[in-house]
């Protein structure tokens, strides 16, 4: 039987179907084929974070008692050699008591005294009168975002020591970052460590309103910090004449 010839009218109608279908096809493949890619999640917490990281850097992490007639104050600090404590230069400033460093797990302790501060940074460093012991020495991270998980260790409210919490970044300035975590009295000189476990800044300051906490911190920023460390490696004229007070 011989198929007759179509007119070109539905010629034209039956390409276009053809087409259309074609298409239809390919967008259902392609649009499978999207489907099974999973969405880009963010995990607020940060853990997986690091189980590791953060008993690596409680070790690290010592605390600060000073006492005497000034009255007793408690903060924290990070062991950044066998011998010297990064802290703030308010939990150090204590001329006249004695201070004493709790290393972890708190069995034993060390005297320290302050040989190196910028208070426009409020960063010091203590020197300990015996060498401790570690099989690694603490990074800094200077390059941050904001919404990165950071996991803080300090001695909350004087304490409750190596006392672990949670947050994320929440933007910065010049020379502090900002953070939604938990910081209270006696945090302060604490790190704030990256998913990697590096140091991105340490605890400083805490918002409050009528003797309440707002929820809102600060920490002084690794980049100070790196800053403030090669100063006090490599002190300029001026800073050796004048002690780096």
Known sequence: M??????????????????YIGTLSLYHRLHLRVARVK????????????KRAIRRMKTLTVLISAEGFGGISRGTGVLIDSRHVLTCAHVANHHNDEMRVFLYPGYISAVAKTVYQ?????LAILELDVSAKAPYWPTFEPNVWDGEPITIIGNALG??????????ISGGDKRDLYTDGLVLGGDSG????????KIVAISDWGL???????????GVAAKTILQFLEDWKHPSLLQRLFGGE
């Open 208 to 218: 409050g309103r009528r003797g309440e906490e707002t929820g809102i911190s600060g």
């Open 39 to 50: 969405a880009p999640t963010t995990h607020y917490h940060g853990y997986d974070l690091n």
């Open 118 to 122: 910028d208070q426009s940074k409020d």
């Open 2 to 19: 011989k198929i007759k010839q179509l007119v070109p009218g539905a010629t034209i109608v039956l390409t276009f179907l053809l087409s």
């Open 190 to 197: 604490g790190p704030w460590i990256n998913e990697k476990g």
């Open 159 to 168: 304490s409750m020591k190596w006392f672990v919490a949670y947050g994320i």
